[in-house]
């Protein structure tokens, strides 16, 4: 199976911050990379998809960038509803697997 | 507006066997991919299962295979996922997703049923 490794494991911010998320594959994966948010006790939620394609209705200060294996989601001004775990997850073989999330922290 | 919601979870004992359903409204069920996918408490997301539009095709994770059966019944808009022999390690949050066409991620998810499996 592909490893997905997301960097930092536990981020600390302010509103307005810029925020980057890293996540790495173990091989290449092209643009196979999705991107989801998930706030506790609800279900996550995909914000991007083909590594930058934003999801219909997300902001627009989420972006996405990156392939082969080195992805990065950019939060371009943090706000206050975005505090919450964000997920990468590889769609490039029949096994799919996701990083193990980045909590996103008020500071 | 596009909803799942999943029932079926509970308390289990190792070995032992549970159902969960999925009822789906707000779009065409008939005519998308639908999707299993498990979070145990505290940890990170595991895509278990995958069942094309008419059922004709299916996917597992290794860890589950032989062991769970996921299934759908289009006419009542519904999917499944019967899992038997069940171990400790399945104990997790079961969400239902459609599956986004012609790639294994999920443009909508359900709000989750929790499976505990302890004695």
């Known amino acids: 199976d592909i490893q997905m490794t997301q960097s930092p494991s536990t981020l600390s911010a302010s509103v307005g911050d810029r925020v980057t998320i890293t996540c790495r594959a173990s091989?290449?994966?092209?643009?196979?990379l999705a991107w989801y948010q998930q706030k506790p006790g609800k279900a996550p939620k995909l914000l991007i998809y083909?590594?930058?394609s934003l999801q219909s209705g997300v902001p627009s200060r989420f972006s996405g960038s990156g392939s082969g294996t080195e992805f990065t989601l950019t939060i371009s001004s943090l706000q206050p509803d975005d505090f919450a775990t964000y997920y990468c997850?590889?769609?490039?073989?029949?096994?799919?697997?996701f990083g193990q999330g980045t909590k996103v922290e008020i500071k | 507006e596009v909803q799942l919601v999943e029932s079926g979870g509970g308390l289990v004992q190792p070995g032992g066997s549970l159902r969960l359903s999925c009822a789906a409204s707000?779009?065409?069920?008939?005519?998308?991919?639908m999707s299993w996918v498990r979070q145990a408490p505290g940890k990170g997301l595991q895509w278990v299962a995958n069942?094309?539009?008419?059922?004709?095709?299916?996917y597992y994770v290794d860890s589950v295979k032989g062991r769970f059966t996921i299934s759908r019944d289009n006419a009542k808009n519904s999917l499944y996922l019967q899992m038997n022999s069940l171990r400790a390690e399945d104990t997790a949050v079961y969400y239902c997703?459609?599956?986004?066409?012609?790639?294994?991620?999920?443009?909508?998810w359900g709000q989750g049923t929790l499976v505990t499996v302890s004695s």
């Open positions: 997703a459609r599956r986004v066409a012609a790639a294994t991620l999920a443009d909508y």
């Open positions: 707000g779009f065409a069920f008939s005519s998308y991919w």
């Open positions: 069942i094309k539009q008419d059922g004709s095709d299916k």
């Open positions: 091989q290449s994966i092209s643009s196979w």
């Open positions: 083909k590594a930058s």
């Open positions: 997850q590889q769609y490039n073989s029949y096994s799919v697997t």
